[in-house]
């Protein structure tokens, strides 16, 4: 209310009184849906009339809470999204009219500014009303406004396009991450669906630092459901993790499968950030806190294995600096490694990689203070040219954290495996000369590498039309696959009950007649001539003379 002239605050003050009677829970609906009405009907009005009006229905929101908001969620949003646009179109034209004319009012760009925080603040209070249930739906729906340049969405061209698109983005984005904040669910597979995160990873690579800097917060947002992000004051490579207080629950079947579905898709993301000519100190920062929450809400053995691993292919990006990148980036990722393998190895307790991460740590800070974050990510960040030539004890080395990983039960040829981030469908719809080029280069090599003598069926050449027969005949088996669930799920669904306790019953009785005779066979073994007999786990053991 600060920022809105005095009228304007008397306006809100008149109107919250004039609506009061009608402000119950139960009725709250029948308010929000006038003064959606009324914002529509004064679109054109000042920015601070329409600012006056959407701070009302974010009071009206909160009152709202107790109840619910009811039939008009869609509605609500709907509302405030196209005011959003509107919005951002008055203020790239300068006018209300899309045609200048005498007499043409000329709007000021910071007053639609306001009006666009009010609204975002507003779809913000809105959200927070909601089941979790309805706000995954809200997410899904104010993505599917994101303009993103992909085979789905059509982008604006031309330079005015280009603003119009930026500033949609950004705002759409700003509202999603008002959405997002105190989201909390058990069940991340099907409250963030692939409908949804696929274009929020995509937004994540885009050019505009200002909006893979908003991408990145909303995934902490989302994946932190315990708080635990704002436990951390600074980033450090000596947390305490016990003065930290961190909440850290066993991951969930559900949360499993989840990671099982989209970590892959998540680390190439995060990989690809990284490297990056216009990330800051803040794009690095939130990088760490992703992983960080990930590390702590969705860690199974096999995450933190390939976290460790994406996080030492950030190093290996650093050093190598294909794409030349600026100084302070490469120290920065220098800096994000040696953090979090310096907070994953106290979770883990493990103490031979605690002592090989301390001990690379403690070599930094004597000859190379400028490769952790003590001098990276502060108000006055060091940095150093030398960067260019890091000695290997200085290196957090893979061959080195496989070892002592593996030794205590991870999975070490995982672990001496080299991440290397997946293409995706996006990729190869875009990219498919170079993968053709990779194909035909793998078909030369083995041909080169098998016997000259050997008769071998020559190889298919891989064309245009062979790339794409291919894509969609894997779409056409995911369909089929697809309609194959949906027949299993509706037959269980719609059929009645003796018809399914007898396929069951007849499954059961198959399964345990194949077990039988397979028991029957391992517990009769054959006599052997030696006289020896296989037991469990192949060792031989001598049976007694007879």
């Given at each position: 209310m600060a920022d809105i002239p005095p009228w304007i605050a008397d306006f809100i003050s008149t109107y919250t009184k004039h609506f009061t009677p009608c402000f119950q829970p139960q009725h709250s609906h029948l308010v929000i849906q006038q003064l959606l009405g009324h914002l529509d009907a004064n679109s054109k009005s000042a920015a601070t009339v329409r600012a006056g009006i959407v701070e009302v229905l974010s009071e009206a929101a909160v009152i709202a809470a107790s109840g619910s908001v009811g039939p008009t969620v869609l509605e609500v949003f709907n509302t405030l999204l196209r005011q959003l646009r509107l919005s951002i179109d008055y203020e790239l034209?300068?006018?209300?009219?899309?045609?200048?004319?005498?007499?043409?009012?000329?709007?000021?760009?910071?007053?639609?500014?306001?009006?666009?925080?009010?609204?975002?603040?507003?779809?913000?209070?809105?959200?927070?009303?909601?089941?979790?249930?309805?706000?995954?739906?809200?997410?899904?729906?104010?993505?599917?406004?994101?303009?993103?340049?992909?085979?789905?969405?059509?982008?604006?061209?031309?330079?005015?396009?280009?603003?119009?698109?930026?500033?949609?983005?950004?705002?759409?984005?700003?509202?999603?991450?008002?959405?997002?904040?105190?989201?909390?669910?058990?069940?991340?597979?099907?409250?963030?669906?692939?409908?949804?995160?696929?274009?929020?990873?995509?937004?994540?690579?885009?050019?505009?630092?200002?909006?893979?800097?908003?991408?990145?917060?909303?995934?902490?947002?989302l994946i932190d459901r315990h708080g635990n992000r704002h436990k951390f004051s600074s980033i450090s490579t000596s947390p305490d993790i016990a003065i930290l207080k961190l909440k850290v629950d066993k991951c969930s079947r559900q949360d499993a499968l989840f990671m099982k579905k989209h970590s892959q898709h998540l680390y190439r993301h995060i990989y690809l950030s990284c490297n990056d000519t216009a990330n800051t100190q803040t794009h690095y920062e939130a990088m760490y806190f992703l992983l960080v929450v990930i590390s702590i809400e969705l860690a199974t053995e096999d995450v933190v294995v390939d976290l460790i691993r994406l996080v030492l292919a950030?190093?290996?990006?650093?050093?190598?600096?294909?794409?030349?990148?600026?100084?302070?980036?490469?120290?920065?990722?220098?800096?994000?490694?040696?953090?979090?393998?310096?907070?994953?190895?106290?979770?883990?307790?493990?103490?031979?990689?605690?002592?090989?991460?301390?001990?690379?740590?403690?070599?930094?800070?004597?000859?190379?203070?400028?490769?952790?974050?003590?001098?990276?990510?502060?108000?006055?960040?060091?940095?150093?040219?030398?960067?260019?030539?890091?000695?290997?004890?200085?290196?957090?080395?893979?061959?080195?954290?496989?070892?002592?990983?593996?030794?205590?039960?991870?999975?070490?040829?995982?672990?001496?495996?080299?991440?290397?981030?997946?293409?995706?469908?996006?990729?190869?719809?875009?990219?498919?000369?170079?993968?053709?080029?990779?194909?035909?280069?793998?078909?030369?090599?083995?041909?080169?590498n098998s016997p000259e003598k050997e008769e071998r069926a020559p190889a298919e050449e891989i064309t245009f039309e062979t790339l794409k027969k291919a894509i969609v005949d894997s779409v056409a088996v995911e369909e089929q696959e697809r309609e194959r669930r949906r027949q299993v799920v509706e037959k269980f669904q719609k059929a009645p009950f003796e018809e399914i306790a007898a396929h069951c019953g007849a499954r059961n009785l198959f399964t345990l007649t194949n077990i039988h005779v397979i028991f029957l066979i391992f517990c009769s073994p054959p006599p052997s001539p030696s006289g020896t007999i296989t037991a469990a786990f192949g060792q031989p053991q001598n049976t007694p003379s007879l």
């Open positions: 034209r300068g006018t209300y009219d899309s045609t200048i004319n005498i007499g043409t009012k000329i709007i000021k760009e910071h007053e639609e500014r306001m009006f666009q925080e009010a609204v975002i603040k507003t779809i913000g209070s809105f959200a927070s009303t909601l089941p979790i249930y309805q706000r995954s739906e809200v997410m899904l729906f104010i993505m599917g406004k994101v303009p993103l340049p992909s085979l789905h969405h059509a982008m604006e061209i031309g330079k005015a396009g280009e603003n119009r698109n930026r500033l949609t983005q950004i705002m759409l984005l700003k509202s999603l991450l008002q959405v997002s904040m105190g989201f909390q669910c058990n069940n991340m597979l099907t409250a963030l669906p692939t409908s949804f995160l696929d274009p929020l990873l995509s937004s994540a690579l885009m050019e505009d630092a200002e909006i893979r800097l908003f991408v990145l917060e909303i995934l902490i947002c950030v190093q290996e990006m650093a050093l190598n600096n294909e794409d030349n990148l600026p100084t302070y980036c490469r120290c920065a990722m220098h800096a994000l490694c040696a953090a979090y393998l310096s907070l994953i190895s106290n979770l883990t307790t493990v103490p031979a990689f605690c002592q090989h991460i301390h001990e690379v740590i403690e070599m930094r800070q004597k000859v190379a203070p400028y490769l952790l974050p003590e001098d990276v990510f502060t108000e006055n960040p060091q940095w150093s040219n030398v960067v260019d030539q890091v000695d290997t004890e200085l290196l957090f080395l893979q061959s080195k954290i496989s070892e002592v990983l593996g030794g205590s039960g991870y999975n070490s040829d995982r672990l001496s495996t080299p991440y290397v981030p997946q293409l995706t469908d996006e990729d190869r719809l875009s990219k498919r000369k170079s993968i053709g080029e990779t194909i035909s280069l793998q078909v030369e090599v083995e041909s080169r």
